[in-house]
């Protein structure tokens, strides 16, 4: 039988269209399964365990699906189409993230920061004149200066010396974990863990102090204290909880980088004569050097956003405030957009050094 | 020669001691804190509101043995004698120690006309623990206990057990998602081609550090629009966002070490670049996965900002229930130390289970936002 070219023409026709049709078809009936998944999420009173369940299955699944089906629409294009756009498969969702969720917010910021509550007159400089001079800002930026010193001094510091420590021990792993633990634990379960520990009942007929440290000093012949409502004290309270949910990042980071100081060198100081002491000051903090600016900058930056633990333990009343519940304050309690927002840019900027020095140690490694 | 290893090693175990004993005592002050937690939850309310939980161990204390009814005649005006000690009012009430060591103590008001006397003695452990703190955390209906004085009170419950399910409802895909789309990025960024792709990477390792507090403010106002706050969806999408990019730096650092050959024999064979990347990279790339799923999910479990902020009181999760509990019930230890227990055991036994894992993870990464 001759070849009909006509019919080729056709059937080529044909299909052209069905490959259309399957490629409009398939992403449509994708978005509307995951459309009725997220009305049936929103909008359910159904049992609370199926409803975890379909989340999951929702949420993950739609992803994958998504990915899928976005590869198999661009696997269908002509060659020089899909080499092109390929490659945005892959980092196109990401970076479409990145832009709604961190990079075009923090310009949104920016411009909210120079506008009054309601985020619609512009006000000039005024939410920045509140946020540098007001007594609360004020009171708020001192109190993270302590963080910042006090915490991050007594982090790294005790971090340190338990890795120095539990390296010349047998049980180093059972010491390491129990001081690592704390990691686990959220701020909000830590602050409800160190209340305790600080709670107050004052004088009264037959009150026993229930908190421990209360307990200690009445047993050593102090009178009991409602340690949380002292300034400013109450900010060094604080400032221990953090210590005690941090020292576990700083020990283990300060670990490995101790475990990578050859043996040699230590064993040629200790021939030499060398104490402990003049090992420790002399050979491991110039050879780790390097590990402890890295560790002390993540727990600087960490203390500069603390605000779960302030949140949980005195909501920032007594004088503990900090900067990150100022922001909440403003934004959340007192509806001022435009002074959160000038708060929330003072963090961004306090942070930049670190952002500029990380770009640099990337482009120095040349890992593209 | 022989002195002189002795000597040596004889400063060594003194060192060793040394050591050991100040590793132990700082063990102790960061495990006694959670100690304290663990074992008040399952003491019961009144004896929680009467004594520290250290109560529960072995020790000495006073024991109510019998009480006294006072003569109804008795000028309670002015010092009443009891047993042969004499005392105002006020004082008997302070509670008074008698010369044969027992105390008496003053119950009530003027009027009830009661003495309770306590024994001294020597107490064993505390056996009489209870699970009902446990139940009353968990649950979302009414709840009664005990307070100090004997006294009922009815409350409401926290319904931890709802927001223990709405906690994995959040975390399992808010873990899951970003580190997919993470995988499919640092591929892209590792081993495909394409314009902008070192900008773009610049980009998301300045992103690294942004502090998430900037984000906020905008994209609440985007929910808003979308009629998106309170869903999970919602939070998701927030925790990927603010988890992106530690997640692409540190899936980046280790897809980009996959040797080439590897790679480059699949590209011969005609495999297209999804296939490689799920059937190749995905299997090799599951350490690297398993330490940024154990991250982000400690991450976004104990998570309060987001949380508080997205999902607000509709939906809670267990850090924003916890913290409802201590703003309505700061003082009720019982449910607050049962509450903190239950919000803590699934991060503590991921935590220890994948302990390993986790440090890599951390290791990794340097600074995250």
């Not at chain 2, 900008?199 to 942004?210: K, R």
């Not at chain 2, 992106?244 to 070490?257: K, V």
């Amino acid at each position: 039988m001759q070849n009909n070219p006509f019919k080729g023409l056709v059937s080529l026709f044909t299909s052209a269209i069905g490959r259309i049709f399957v490629s409009i078809i398939v992403p449509l009936i994708t978005f509307l399964v995951l459309w009725q998944g997220f009305i049936f999420l929103r909008d359910t009173e159904a049992n609370q365990f199926l409803v975890v369940v379909v989340a999951i299955v929702w949420g993950v699944g739609g992803v994958m699906l998504l990915y899928y089906v976005t590869n198999w629409l661009v696997e269908k294009l002509p060659k020089e189409w899909r080499n092109r756009l390929q490659p945005f498969i892959f980092v196109g969702p990401a970076l479409a993230i990145l832009a709604w969720f961190l990079a075009i917010p923090t310009f949104r910021t920016l411009v909210l920061s120079f506008q009054d509550q309601t985020s619609r007159v512009f006000v000039g400089i005024d939410n920045y004149v509140f946020a540098l001079t007001d007594r609360i800002m004020l009171e708020a930026f001192r109190n993270n200066l302590l963080w910042l010193v006090f915490g991050t001094f007594f982090s790294v510091s005790l971090g340190l010396i338990v890795a120095v420590m539990a390296d010349r021990s047998r049980f180093e792993n059972v010491y390491k974990t129990i001081i690592f633990m704390p990691m686990a634990i959220s701020f909000v379960g830590a602050g409800v863990i160190w209340k305790f520990i600080y709670t107050y009942k004052g004088e009264g007929a037959g009150i026993a102090e229930i908190g421990l440290l209360n307990a200690i000093v009445i047993a050593l012949g102090g009178t009991s204290q409602p340690w949380l409502q002292q300034p400013p004290w109450n900010n060094f309270f604080l400032i221990v909880i953090m210590v005690w949910l941090q020292t576990g990042y700083t020990m283990v980071i300060l670990s490995s980088a101790i475990k990578g100081i050859p043996a040699e060198l230590l064993e040629a100081a200790r021939v030499d004569g060398s104490n402990e002491l003049r090992i420790f000051f002399n050979i491991i903090i110039p050879t780790i050097k390097g590990t402890l600016i890295t560790v002390s900058t993540t727990i600087l930056i960490f203390s500069l956003k603390l605000f779960d633990i302030v949140r949980v333990m005195t909501g920032g009343n007594y004088g503990t405030n900090v900067i990150a519940n100022e922001f909440y304050l403003q934004r959340f309690t007192y509806g001022h957009a435009g002074r959160a927002s000038a708060i929330a840019i003072i963090l961004l900027v306090a942070v930049v050094p670190v952002m500029i020095y990380n770009l640099r140690q990337f482009r120095e490694r040349k890992a593209f | 020669m022989s002195k002189k290893t002795k000597s040596f090693k004889n400063q060594k175990k003194v060192s060793s001691l040394i050591v050991n004993g100040v590793l132990i005592f700082i063990c102790l002050i960061w495990i006694i804190p959670t100690l304290g937690v663990l074992v008040t939850s399952f003491r019961h309310s009144e004896n929680i509101f009467r004594s520290g939980w250290w109560a529960v161990f072995p020790h000495r204390g006073y024991v109510e043995t019998r009480e006294i009814n006072i003569d109804p005649d008795t000028d309670v005006n002015g010092p009443i004698t009891i047993d042969g000690v004499t005392h105002t009012f006020e004082e008997w009430r302070e509670g008074i120690t008698m010369p044969d060591g027992d105390r008496y103590t003053w119950y009530g008001n003027k009027r009830t006309l009661l003495v309770k006397v306590e024994e001294r003695k020597w107490l064993g452990f505390e056996t009489d623990l209870t699970l009902d703190n446990y139940r009353d955390t968990l649950t979302g209906k009414e709840i009664s206990f005990t307070d100090g004085m004997g006294n009922t009170i009815v409350r409401k419950g926290n319904d931890l057990g709802g927001a223990f399910l709405n906690s994995i409802a959040v975390a399992i895909p808010a873990t899951i998602i970003p580190i997919m789309i993470a995988a499919f990025a640092a591929y892209g960024f590792a081993w495909l081609n394409f314009p902008g792709r070192k900008f773009f990477f610049t980009v998301v390792v300045a992103l690294l550090v942004v502090p998430l507090q900037i984000a906020l403010v905008p994209i609440l106002q985007d929910y808003t629009k979308l009629n998106l706050n309170g869903t999970f969806l919602a939070i998701w999408m927030a925790h990927t966002g603010f988890g992106l990019p530690l997640a692409i730096y540190l899936m980046f650092n280790y897809i980009s070490t996959i040797p080439r050959e590897l790679l480059e024999s699949a590209f011969i064979d005609g495999a297209s670049p999804f296939t490689i990347f799920t059937k190749l990279i995905l299997p090799l790339s599951v350490p690297a996965l398993a330490s940024f799923a154990i991250f982000q999910f400690l991450w976004v479990w104990n998570d309060y900002l987001v949380a508080l902020v997205f999902l607000g009181d509709k939906t809670r999760v267990v850090t924003s229930a916890l913290a409802a509990i201590v703003g309505e019930k700061g003082q009720d230890w019982h449910l607050l130390t049962s509450g903190a227990f239950i919000s803590m055991i699934l991060p503590l036994i991921v935590f220890l289970s994948l302990q390993r894992y986790f440090v890599r993870g951390m290791m990794a990464g340097s600074v995250k936002g």
